[in-house]
T-cell receptor, first 113, second 111 residues
Framework: AQSVSQHNHHVILSEAASLELGCNYS??????LFWYVQYPGQHLQLLLK??????LVKGIKGFEAEFIKSKFSFNLRKPSVQWSDTAEYFC???????????FGKGTKLSVKP | DSGVTQTPKHLITATGQRVTLRCSPR?????VYWYQQSLDQGLQFLIQ???????AKGNILERFSAQQFPDLHSELNLSSLELGDSALYFC??????????FGEGSRLTVL
């Protein structure tokens, strides 16, 4: 079965630090990849998505992600985090025989002011 | 605002009871998904419907059932509730690119 792995359970950074959250997916065929964010007490919102084309994808709020097919990875990055980025981040993949979006377990990001 | 509406926002009930959660998808979306989010299990996929038919099933307990109606709204029925069923239940709809649009969730507390 397809799976999505997020390597970090909880990341703590100071404001202005750079962020990279790891994500690996298991399906070897064509996949659509997503990063969602869940701010405290809120629902999941889309940060960015990759379907095809340029493997460097830019999303909202200064986030970007790079699709590396050979590594089955889709890591999320931000050059300089802010306190308002404190949230939980979920990587997800859609593709293959499964008709539903598969989520990773999520990474909690805490940004210290 | 994602365009997905869920009711009720909060629900408190007792063990053994039955509840129904309701979801209206975005206009035009045929797929509806249900997810359960709890502290210990994370975000768990429960079930997906597409245009009234069950499309995919995840970790959904036998005590839980769902359906999608001709107007495309969906209901998730949770019965014989246990303390461990306390969670946030999200509904999402999709245009089949895989991008999901989530509702604000229904927070269920079982006492």
């Amino acid at each position: 079965a397809q799976s999505v792995s997020q390597h970090n359970h909880h990341v703590i950074l100071s404001e202005a630090a750079s962020l990279e959250l790891g994500c690996n997916y298991s399906y070897g065929g064509t996949v659509n990849l997503f990063w969602y964010v869940q701010y405290p007490g809120q629902h999941l919102q889309l940060l960015l998505k990759y379907f095809s084309g340029d493997p460097l994808v830019k999303g909202i709020k200064g986030f970007e992600a790079e699709f590396i097919k050979s590594k089955f990875s889709f890591n999320l990055r931000k050059p300089s985090v802010q306190w308002s980025d404190t949230a939980e981040y979920f990587c997800a993949s859609f593709g293959g025989s499964q008709g539903n979006l598969i989520f990773g377990k999520g990474t909690k990001l805490s940004v210290k002011p | 605002d994602s365009g997905v509406t869920q009711t009720p926002k909060h629900l408190i009930t007792a063990t053994g009871q039955r509840v129904t959660l309701r979801c209206s998808p975005r206009s035009g979306d045929l797929s509806v998904y249900w997810y359960q989010q709890s502290l210990d299990q994370g975000l768990q996929f429960l079930i997906q419907y597409y245009n009234g038919e069950e499309r995919a099933k995840g970790n959904i307990l036998e005590r839980f059932s769902a359906q999608q109606f001709p107007d495309l709204h969906s209901e998730l029925n949770l019965s014989s509730l246990e303390l461990g069923d306390s969670a946030l239940y999200f509904c999402a709809s999709s245009d089949n690119t895989g991008e999901l649009f989530f509702g604000e969730g229904s927070r269920l507390t079982v006492l």
